[in-house]
Nanobody, 122 residues
Framework: QVQLVESGGGLVQAGGSLRLSCVVS????????MGWFRQAPGKEREFVAA????????FYADSVKGRFTISRDNAKNSVYLQMDSLKPEDTAVYYC???????????????WGQGTQVTVSS
C-alpha cells in the first residue's frame, strides 16, 4: 500500500519560509511526477507545484511561481516544497501527491498524503 506522509508545516510570519517534506512508502521506484496541492478552509483543493520523475521539469501555479521551489530525491522516496516569501493567503493544508500524470493540461495524481497545516500570520 502506497502511503505518503507530509511534515514541515507550522506557523510562520508573513515573509518567512517553510520547507515541507513528503516521504513515500510502499514503492521502490517511480517514473511518475510528484506534486503538492493545498486547500484552504471553504475552498477547493488547488494545484501548487509538480515535478517530473527525474526532477528535470518543474511546474508551478502562478500564485507561487518565484516563491516556491519543488524538488525530489528518488533515493529517499521524497519530495520537498521550499516556500519562501510566504503570504497569509498561502495558509492552507498542504497535501503531497504521487503518481502524477498530466491530462489535457490538468494534473492528476493517484496517491495522496494526509496533509500538513501551514499558517502564515500577518
Amino acid at each position: 500500500q502506497v502511503q505518503l506522509v507530509e511534515s514541515g508545516g507550522g506557523l510562520v510570519q508573513a515573509g518567512g519560509s517553510l520547507r515541507l517534506s513528503c516521504v513515500v512508502s510502499g514503492r521502490t521506484f517511480s517514473t511518475y511526477a510528484m506534486g503538492w496541492f493545498r486547500q484552504a478552509p471553504g475552498k477547493e483543493r488547488e494545484f501548487v507545484a509538480a515535478i517530473s520523475w527525474s526532477g528535470g521539469s518543474a511546474f508551478y501555479a502562478d500564485s507561487v511561481k518565484g516563491r516556491f521551489t519543488i524538488s525530489r530525491d528518488n533515493a529517499k522516496n521524497s519530495v520537498y516544497l521550499q516556500m519562501d516569501s510566504l503570504k497569509p493567503e498561502d495558509t492552507a493544508v498542504y497535501y503531497c501527491a504521487d503518481r502524477g500524470t498530466r491530462v489535457a493540461g490538468t494534473w492528476e495524481f493517484d496517491y495522496w498524503g494526509q496533509g500538513t497545516q501551514v499558517t502564515v500570520s500577518s
